[in-house]
């Protein structure tokens, strides 16, 4: 499956964005697909996931109540809508797919095979 990231930008503390990840070779219903991020001179780090199979969700806890996973299965995407955005969330966003695999698996990305290019998403003060 290839994945393709896209939606980022730069806005002001508050705002909202929507990325998107589109796939194209497979049908995304048969992987969990998650989101990380990687700020400068960090690590990568999980953002959320979505367990296809039965819809279950998963989110670090920095962004639990201001960020979105969800499914389009007519479109075959993900998409991830962020609220709220501050300084702390700039970051390269990426979205990563692998086939359904335990949940305890999902929150790290060694777990994923497949991954997007990655979108800039920038939130000034």
């Known amino acids: 499956v290839q994945l393709q990231a896209s939606g980022g930008g730069l806005v002001q503390a508050g705002d909202s964005l929507r990325l998107s990840c589109a796939a194209s070779?497979?049908?995304?219903?048969?992987?969990?697909v998650g989101w990380f991020r990687q700020a400068p001179g960090e690590e990568r780090e999980f953002v959320c996931a979505i367990n296809w199979r039965g819809g279950s969700t998963y989110y670090t806890d920095s962004v639990k109540g201001r960020f979105t996973i969800s499914t389009d299965s007519a479109k075959n995407a993900v998409y991830l809508r962020m609220n709220s955005l501050k300084p702390v969330d700039t970051a390269v966003y990426y979205c990563?797919?692998?086939?359904?695999?335990?949940?305890?698996?999902?929150?790290?990305?060694?777990?994923?095979?497949?991954w997007g290019q990655g979108t800039q998403v920038t939130v000034s003060s």
């Open positions: 070779g497979r049908t995304l219903s048969h992987y969990d």
């Open positions: 990563a797919a692998r086939r359904r695999m335990p949940t305890a698996m999902l929150r790290s990305d060694s777990s994923y095979d497949y």
